[in-house]
T-cell receptor, first 112, second 115 residues
């Protein structure tokens, strides 16, 4: 099955700085990699996803890069704002089960 | 976007009782629904995958006789926690997807507290 590792577990940045969260996965057949933002007690919210036929995708201040050869994908948030503070999860599709395997999460804190 | 609801949003029950949680896709047909459990400060752990009209597939370590899943229609899946114990206290989240895409749509979650 799929195994997803996520780093760092916590990340503190100053408002306006960039934040980068990295994930690796094990299933070379995986073809779908979403990123979620979760606030305390709430459902995970999809913020961006990437499919294996592209290497990078951007949506305003958020971008995701994918390196299929190395089985890495990363989330980049630029010009961070206090409201970006939350827990972020990466996930990869386990192609056998067509289910998502989640990373362990990154607690991002943006200091005003 | 696609909307998934969950009911109840929170429940407190006594040890030994059973609790049923409903997950509904409101504006699309969900051929597959997933049930996750999330303990405080931890990630989402997949418990089981349910396809409409067939038996659920449980992840390793999840007791199928304790966590009963029914996916009787394309818009409704239920999770029943039988004989709940304090260690079952957790945040239970469902998600749903269609047959044609991998994107999953999450419900708002149910916080279960077993006394």
């Amino acid at each position: 099955g799929e195994n997803v590792e996520q780093h760092p577990s916590t990340l503190s940045v100053q408002e306006g700085d960039s934040a980068v969260i990295k994930c690796t996965y094990s299933d070379s057949a995986s073809n779908y990699f979403p990123w979620y933002k979760q606030e305390l007690g709430k459902r995970p919210q999809l913020i961006i996803d990437i499919r294996s036929n592209v290497g990078e995708k951007k949506d305003q201040r958020i971008a995701v890069t994918l390196n299929k050869t190395a089985k890495h994908f990363s989330l980049h948030i630029t010009e961070t704002q206090p409201e970006d503070s939350a827990v972020y999860f990466c996930a990869a599709l386990d192609t056998g089960r067509r289910a998502l395997t989640f990373g362990s999460g990154t607690r991002l804190q943006v200091q005003p | 976007g696609a909307v998934v609801s969950q009911h109840p949003s929170w429940v407190i029950c006594k040890s030994g009782t059973s609790v049923k949680i409903e997950c509904r896709s409101l504006d699309f047909q969900a051929t597959t629904m997933f049930w996750y459990r999330q303990f405080p400060k931890q990630s989402l752990m997949l418990m089981a995958t349910s396809n409409e009209g067939s038996k659920a597939t449980y992840e390793q370590g999840v007791e199928k006789d304790k966590f009963l899943i029914n996916h009787a229609s394309l818009t409704l899946s239920t999770l029943t926690v039988t004989s709940a114990h304090p260690e079952d206290s957790s945040f239970y989240i469902c998600s749903a997807r269609t047959s044609s895409d991998n994107e999953q749509f999450f419900g708002p979650g149910t916080r279960l507290t077993v006394l």
